[in-house]
C-alpha cells in the first residue's frame, strides 16, 4: 500500500511552482520520496508512543479470569518548525539571461532548494546535534529512536570518520515526517529588494536583487520505537568494520516477528562496502552488482549521512 509523501502534500497544498520544485529537489533524497508525510492544523501535538509490547495470557480454565494486558507507551510532543529557504539573485545579471529573468531565477531556486532539501534529510537523522543538524530545527532520528535495544554497532574505533546505516519503517504508527499548519507549502512572487551582498566584506554595500523564499513547518513522528534500528561505527579505516550484509541481517532481527522495514538507508560508501563485502557469483568474475537490496528490502542511497560521526554519537 503506498503511503502519502511530502509531493504529494505539495500537489494538494503547493502552487504549480512549488510542486515542480519540490519534485527536483527531492529527487535524491529518499527519505523525503519514500517516507510518510501527515499534516496537522496546528504548530504541534501530543502523542503515544509504544514503548514495549504487550504480553499476557490469553488462556484461562473454565469460571476463571485473565488478567488485562496494555502495551507500554510514553508520552511525546511532537512539533513542528519554521523552514524558510530564501534565494537572492542579482537583478542586473537575471535581466539579461538568454532566456529572461524568469528562467534565471528559477535555476538559482532550484539550486538553493537542493541545498536546503539536504539540510532537511541531514536534520532527519541528526536532528539538534551540534555537528551535523540545526538547533532551532526538529529533534532527528537520533533523539527518538531506541539506542539501547534498536542498535547494532559495527565496532568501528577510531573517531570523527564513522558513519550509520538506518532500517525504517514508515507509517502514520512508525516513523513519518509531520508538516504544520495544515501542511503548508508556501511560496511568494519573485520581489525586488536592496540587499547587502557581502555582509562579512563590505556591510554598506547595496545591491538590486530578485528575493524568493519558500515557507513550511517540518517535523518528525516516531510512534513505535521499534521502527528504526541503526548500524553506527561503520567507517572505512578500521579493518572489518564496513558495511556487510551480516550486520543487516543483526538488525534486520531487531525488527518484532512479522514486520519489516520499508527502506535502508545509507550513504555512497557504504553502498560501496556492501558492494565490495559481497561475492560475485558468475562465469566471468566480474565483481558483483551495485546493491540496490539486501535480504529483500530496498536501499535508499543519500548524501545527508555524513562519514564524519564521532565514536560517541
Not at 60 to 86: C, H, Q
Not at 169 to 196: H, K, T, Y
Amino acid at each position: 500500500m503506498s503511503m502519502p509523501t511530502l509531493l504529494d502534500i505539495a500537489v494538494a497544498n503547493g502552487s504549480d511552482s512549488v510542486v515542480g520544485l519540490v519534485e527536483e529537489a527531492a529527487q535524491a533524497h529518499p527519505e523525503i520520496t519514500l517516507g510518510f508525510a501527515r499534516t496537522i492544523r496546528g504548530l504541534n501535538y501530543r502523542t503515544l508512543v509504544r514503548t514495549a509490547v504487550p504480553h499476557g495470557s490469553g488462556f484461562r480454565d473454565a469460571n476463571e479470569g485473565v488478567v488485562a494486558s496494555k502495551g507500554t507507551y510514553e508520552n511525546r510532543l511532537v512539533e513542528t518548525f519554521i523552514f524558510n529557504p530564501r534565494w537572492e539573485c542579482d537583478k542586473a545579471v537575471a535581466d539579461v539571461d538568454e532566456d529572461g529573468a524568469e528562467a534565471y531565477i528559477a535555476l538559482e531556486a532550484g539550486g538553493i532548494m537542493d541545498g536546503a532539501f539536504q539540510d532537511l534529510c541531514q536534520q532527519f537523522y541528526y536532528g539538534r546535534d551540534a555537528s551535523f543538524g540545526n538547533a532551532k530545527g526538529f529533534p532527528g532520528l537520533l533523539a527518538a529512536y531506541d539506542a539501547t535495544n534498536m542498535v547494532v554497532s559495527a565496532g568501528g574505533t577510531t573517531d570523527a570518520v564513522n558513519t550509520s546505516v538506518w532500517l525504517v519503517r514508515f507509517g502514520p504508527r512508525q516513523v513519518g515526517w509531520v508538516w504544520g499548519n495544515g501542511g503548508e507549502l508556501a511560496m511568494d512572487d519573485p520581489r525586488i529588494e536592496s540587499i547587502i551582498p557581502d555582509p562579512a566584506g563590505a556591510p554598506t554595500a547595496r545591491m538590486t536583487a530578485y528575493v524568493q523564499e519558500l515557507l513550511a513547518r517540518p517535523g518528525l513522528q516516531v510512534s513505535s520505537l521499534l521502527s528504526a534500528v541503526r548500524i553506527k561505527l561503520v567507517n572505512a579505516t578500521d579493518a572489518g568494520k564496513g558495511l556487510t550484509d551480516d550486520l543487516i541481517s543483526s538488525a534486520l532481527a531487531l525488527f518484532p516477528a512479522g514486520t519489516s522495514p520499508d527502506i535502508i538507508l545509507m550513504n555512497r560508501r557504504s553502498r560501496r562496502q556492501l558492494q565490495q563485502s559481497r561475492v560475485a557469483v558468475n562465469p566471468t568474475g566480474a565483481p558483483a552488482p551495485v546493491p540496490s537490496e539486501a535480504f529483500n528490502v530496498p536501499i535508499g542511497v543519500t548524501d545527508a549521512i555524513v562519514n564524519t560521526e564521532t565514536l560517541t554519537l
